[in-house]
């Protein structure tokens, strides 16, 4: 199995701050996603990363992509009440299928 | 389009109990998937059929079985229920197109809250 870790776990905020959300890994993915995720629903995807060392900008999130496709990380720059919720990490495993292994989350509360 | 819809969203179940969970999917997606999401551990995939007619062990099937009922429908039977099954239950599609298995979306329904007591 491969292992996504997520860090921090819980992460709480004023709004305005900058944070920055890490998913680490010792395999490496085809691609990897970032999902997005309120409660009583179910996960809405963010982004895709593909290439390695790349970055992808939506709004004020940044998603990177390690050089070695196995790690990830999401900035969020001057957070905002809105920006609550549940971020989880996926990689992309497999040849021939979108089968993906998430990591454990990184609940994030933005306190206004 | 109503997206994924699973039914239903909130069940209580005794020890030995079986259920049926239902899920279906409005977008001619080809790829299907069962997850169960309990605190502390993301999403885990319990089954997957990557096409009509084929279905697939995840990580965790143990307790499990599906049938992909046709395209648009993929249903979770729980046999026997345990208490260790008590989590929320989340299906969701993607189109499956292997040329794009590396951008592909997986669209999630809302999730069905099981309790097994």
């Known amino acids: 199995t491969q292992l996504l870790e997520q860090s921090p776990q819980f992460l709480s905020i004023q709004e305005g701050e900058n944070l920055t959300v890490y998913c680490n890994s010792s395999s490496v993915f085809s691609s990897l996603q970032w999902y997005r995720q309120e409660p009583g629903e179910g996960p809405v995807l963010l982004v895709t990363?593909?290439?390695?060392?790349e970055v992808k900008k939506l709004k004020r999130l940044t998603f990177q992509f390690g050089d070695a496709r196995k790690d990830s990380s999401l900035h969020i720059t001057a957070a905002q009440p809105g920006d609550t919720g549940l971020y989880l990490c996926?990689?992309?495993?497999?040849?021939?299928?979108?089968?993906?292994?998430f990591g454990e989350g990184t609940q994030l509360t933005v306190n206004p | 389009n109503a997206g994924v819809t699973q039914t239903p969203k909130f069940q209580v179940l005794k020890t030995g109990q079986s259920m049926t969970l239902q899920c279906a999917q409005d977008?001619?997606?080809?790829?299907m998937y069962w997850y169960r999401q309990d605190p502390g551990m993301g999403l885990r995939l319990i089954y997957y059929?990557?096409?009509?007619?084929?279905?697939d062990k995840g990580e965790v099937p143990n307790g499990y079985n599906v049938s992909r009922l046709n395209k648009r429908e993929f249903s979770l039977r729980l046999e026997s229920a345990a208490p260790s099954q008590t989590s929320v239950y989340f299906c969701?599609?993607?189109?499956?197109?292997?040329?794009?298995?590396?951008?592909?979306?997986?669209?999630f329904g809302p999730g069905t809250r099981l309790l097994v007591l």
């Open positions: 977008m001619n997606h080809n790829s």
């Open positions: 990363v593909v290439t390695g060392g």
């Open positions: 996926a990689g992309v495993v497999g040849t021939s299928g979108s089968r993906l292994t």
């Open positions: 969701a599609s993607s189109e499956g197109l292997a040329r794009a298995y590396r951008q592909e979306t997986q669209y």
């Open positions: 059929s990557a096409s009509e007619g084929t279905t």
